[in-house]
């Protein structure tokens, strides 16, 4: 079964600067998806970057890259120039590829806060 | 707003009663997923449906639950006699399968459940 872990349970940043949360995963699989999504206080999750293993380049959406190592299975967030607007719980997860399989296995979640 | 939206929003019940919940996904989207997500915890799977057919369960969905797509549009998620235990943030997501290629989950807001 897949596992997804993030160590970090809680992680604090000044603003305009970087960091980085760090999350691992387990799989047997050659192929899947791995995702990092936000979810801010009393407020919906949503997708901030998703990665499909089988592309070796690093996704970026703006300000948010991530840091993709296939064989050590890490899959690292990085936030650059961060914003108040950021803090929240961010979830790594991870998608079997292709086929019935579509559930998404979450970690338990680090909780950012960005300070002023 | 075409998101995927869920009702009621809060729910509070007492421990014995039946509760249901409902999710509109995104309109042309042909898979919807429940997930449940207590305190500090990532979210975890429940169920997901590809059309009108509920195609995977998780070992989590006991016997008091059960959900339904009837139409392949919205779905509904019933949990009979509650138990405080079943107290949690119920999650609904949609996507959009084509072959095996999984598009990314979004996200309703949830349906915030406490059991008395």
């Known amino acids: 079964a897949q596992t997804v872990t993030q160590s970090q349970p809680e992680m604090s940043v000044q603003e305009a600067e970087t960091v980085t949360l760090s999350c691992t995963y387990d799989?047997?699989?050659?192929?899947?998806?791995l995702f990092w999504y936000k979810q801010p206080p009393s407020r919906q999750m949503i997708l901030v970057i998703r990665?499909?293993?089988?592309?070796?380049q690093n996704a970026t959406e703006n300000r948010f890259s991530v840091n993709f190592q296939k064989a050590a299975k890490s899959f690292s967030l990085k936030i650059s120039d961060s914003q108040l607007g950021d803090t929240a719980m961010y979830f790594c997860?991870?998608?079997?590829?292709?086929?019935?399989?579509?559930?998404?296995?979450f970690g338990k979640g680090t909780k950012l806060s960005v300070k002023p | 707003d075409t998101g995927v939206s869920q009702n009621p929003r809060h729910k509070i019940t007492k421990r014995g009663q039946n509760v249901t919940f409902r999710c509109d996904p995104i309109s042309e989207h042909n898979r919807l997923y429940w997930y449940r997500q207590t305190l500090g915890q990532g979210p975890e799977f429940l169920t997901y449906?590809?059309?009108?057919?509920?195609?995977?369960k998780s070992r989590l969905l006991s016997d008091r639950f059960s959900a339904e797509r009837p139409k392949g549009s919205f779905s509904t998620l019933e949990i009979q006699r509650t138990e405080q235990g079943d107290s949690a943030m119920y999650l609904c997501a949609s996507s959009l399968s084509r072959g095996s290629f999984q598009e990314t989950q979004y996200f309703g807001p949830g349906t915030r459940l406490l059991v008395l």
């Open positions: 997860a991870f998608m079997n590829y292709g086929g019935s399989q579509g559930n998404l296995i």
């Open positions: 449906f590809q059309n009108e057919a509920q195609l995977e």
């Open positions: 799989t047997s699989e050659n192929n899947y998806y």
């Open positions: 990665q499909e293993a089988y592309k070796q």
